[in-house]
């Protein structure tokens, strides 16, 4: 029989972007060491230390861009990350979103009476569902280069980076002895809700040693924390709804607005034109003809 959290986490797995910042950012042992074997798969560097900046939610559903639900971790050296799961598919270009949140963070650090050159490395870490980079990779590594692929700064320098995670390219029928670190992770995070019912996932919660981690920290959250991650994340995403639909029609009305302005622009720039050729003597048969508008619909423009 499986247990309670079981069952809850089959509504609440690590997709769930209030799971995933609850299970990885809670300010507890378990979440922390969760933390430091995602960042040393995904980012390939040894974590020996990392703190989380930000491990409160702040929510206001009243406003979609609103709820901090990234994580902004810092290492021993001051590296400082911001880790995102994003699941939802939205109305946001997803590159341009994800360059402005490393410009950001890059441009958060304080420099007054620095060199630039002590500025700290700064990576933003997203994982998403969806193929947007073409190429077959599933873990992508994005800084600044050229046309040709010239680094603008030699990379020992380099402190801008942004690593992509595109979920939706693993192999998910490729054999568990055959995945590397990275694939089996994301398979779990995909998969985890299954429990022991995916024959995958039951071998790694029996083996490997980071999954194992994963649970361990899963198993600490109350059925009462899980029921709040699954509220939460309910709310959230059915206010995003809402602001997205209302955007659509505030869009549709301004499109709208737009196009009034345009015919009576048009409408003006008629009225001028038939006033001048009244003014140069030519009678309202002779305009109402040459603008195939019926007499009254001159008068009208007119009044």
């Given amino acids: 029989m499986p247990t309670r959290n ?5 509504s609440a797995n690590l997709l769930n972007d209030f799971a995933f910042k609850y299970v990885f950012g809670e300010d507890c042992k378990e979440a922390n060491d969760a933390l430091k074997s995602l960042l040393t798969v995904f980012l390939e560097r040894s974590v020996n230390k990392v703190v989380v900046k930000n491990s409160e939610i702040v929510k206001d559903f009243s406003k979609m861009k609103s709820p901090r639900l990234d994580l ?5 050296d001051r590296t400082m990350v911001d880790l995102e799961m994003q699941l939802r598919q939205t109305k946001d270009n997803l590159p341009i979103r994800f360059s402005y949140y490393l410009a950001r963070l890059h441009g958060s650090q304080e420099l007054e009476g620095k060199y630039y050159g002590e500025l700290k490395e700064t990576i ?11 190429n077959h990779r599933m873990c992508n590594t994005f800084t600044l280069r050229n046309e040709e692929g010239l680094s603008f700064v030699e990379e020992s320098q380099d402190r801008m980076k942004l ?7 693993l192999d998910l029928n490729k054999p568990l002895k055959d995945m590397n670190e990275q694939e089996k992770m994301i398979y779990y995070f995909l998969n985890c809700h299954k429990g022991m019912d995916d024959s995958k996932i039951k071998v790694m919660m029996e083996s490997d040693g980071v999954i ?3 649970e361990k920290r899963v198993e600490t959250i109350s059925d009462d924390g899980w029921k709040k991650i699954i509220e ?3 709310k959230l995403h059915e206010n995003e709804e809402r602001m997205e639909r209302q955007l659509e029609l505030e869009e549709a009305h301004k499109q709208v607005e737009d196009a009034n302005k ?15 050729m009244l003014t140069n003597g030519m009678s309202l048969e002779f305009i109402s003809k040459s603008l195939s508008k019926s007499e009254d619909e001159i008068r009208d423009l007119l009044r």
């Fill in 262 to 276: 345009q015919v009576e622009q048009k409408n003006q720039e008629i009225k001028q034109m038939i006033q001048l």
């Fill in 72 to 76: 902004l971790v810092e290492f021993d």
């Fill in 232 to 234: 939460d994340f309910q």
């Fill in 124 to 134: 933003v870490l997203v994982f998403f569902n969806v193929n947007l980079i073409d």
């Fill in 212 to 214: 194992q981690m994963l």
């Fill in 163 to 169: 690593r992509t995670v595109e979920m939706a390219k």
């Fill in 6 to 10: 079981e069952v809850l986490i089959r």
